[in-house]
């Protein structure tokens, strides 16, 4: 069973690591003057001069990768707190996460609103007008979207609105707000497009063509 989705957070025993993806265990040492260089293994036998104040290094026990945190903040790599897009994103869509990916940890407002834009191009993707968003998650809703999926749609829709028309919603700091706003996207193509092309698949290729053919006259009575 795969671990939720955990984005990197500092001091804590496992995430998701920025560079190989995978849910791992992270090793944590202070920061050195000296002997802390990336992609180096960081020496602890040092004295308290050699630290670097308020500076912590995390290795990924995967694949062995550093990130570098000072007080509480992943300052390298600074574009990795989001969770990679699904496999089977749209390209268009892709690219606007893929940027909203790369500021998420400094401008999680500024996330929020390129999230919204890459939701509008996925209605388009999932058969809607894609020009105007709140018209389209109507739609899907009548087409018979899943309940919880409306509330992931919306839920990226209207905290991407507030981050460019303030609201209710404050995303000034919110890096866990932002980040959660990714994980329903990849929700989202993960139900619409990868689950249905898993099935059209596994169909297309397994199931025989005369019991195909015997399954749609079934279905045309």
């Given at each position: ?34 002997k802390a ?7 602890i036998n ?79 993707h999932l ?95």
């Amino acid at each position: 069973m795969n671990h939720p989705y955990t984005p990197a957070r500092h001091n804590i025993q496992a995430f998701n690591c920025p560079y190989c993806g995978a849910y791992a265990k992270q090793n944590w040492t202070f920061g050195s003057k000296t002997k802390a260089r990336y992609g180096q293994r960081v020496s602890i036998n040092l004295s308290p001069e050699d630290y670097i104040p308020n500076c912590k290094i995390a290795e990924c026990s995967n694949c062995s990768q550093h990130t570098f945190w000072l007080e509480d903040k992943l300052i390298f790599p600074y574009d990795s707190t989001a969770p990679l897009p699904n496999i089977d994103m749209p390209n268009d869509v892709k690219v606007d996460y893929e940027e909203a990916r790369s500021i998420a940890s400094i401008s999680p407002r500024g996330a929020a609103a390129l999230l919204r834009l890459a939701i509008q191009k996925l209605c388009k993707h999932l058969g809607e007008s894609g020009n105007n968003i709140n018209s389209d998650i109507g739609s899907l809703v009548k087409k018979g979207l899943p309940v919880k999926l409306q509330q992931a749609l919306d839920s990226v829709r209207v905290v991407g609105n507030n981050a460019v028309h303030p609201g209710q919603i404050d995303l000034k700091d919110d890096v866990e707000i932002a980040n959660k706003l990714f994980v329903f996207i990849n929700i989202i193509c993960d139900n619409q497009i990868s689950q249905p092309k898993q099935i059209d698949t596994f169909y297309q290729e397994v199931i025989p063509e005369n019991l195909k053919q015997a399954i749609e006259n079934r279905d045309q009575k």
